[in-house]
């Protein structure tokens, strides 16, 4: 994969919210073996963000990879919000 630069992190970082101006560190955040992972501040240092990188050489379908962890979070979010009605109907 490319180096990721600041430029190229804050790009991707535009992408999202973070409710103000944000500052890139283009080091990776950690020790991660296939996602590469880094830390995105607001500028102000009130709250940080960490953004990963997926590992197209090992993950060769990205687009169906992030349907498959939306399928299984939305499964799991149906389950938990079941199992809180029953067990609200039993309190």
Request: aromatic share 10%.
């Amino acid at each position: 994969m490319k180096p990721v630069t600041e430029p190229i992190l804050c790009a991707a970082a535009s992408a999202f919210d973070f409710g103000g101006p944000m500052v890139c560190d283009p080091h990776h955040y950690g020790e991660g073996h296939i996602n590469d992972t880094f830390v995105v501040w607001r500028a102000d240092h009130t709250k940080r963000f960490i953004l990963q990188r997926i590992n197209t050489d090992t993950f060769t379908d990205p687009a169906g990879l992030m349907e498959n962890i939306c399928g299984v979070t939305q499964l799991y979010g149906q389950r938990f919000r079941q199992r809180a009605a029953t067990l609200a109907g039993n309190a």
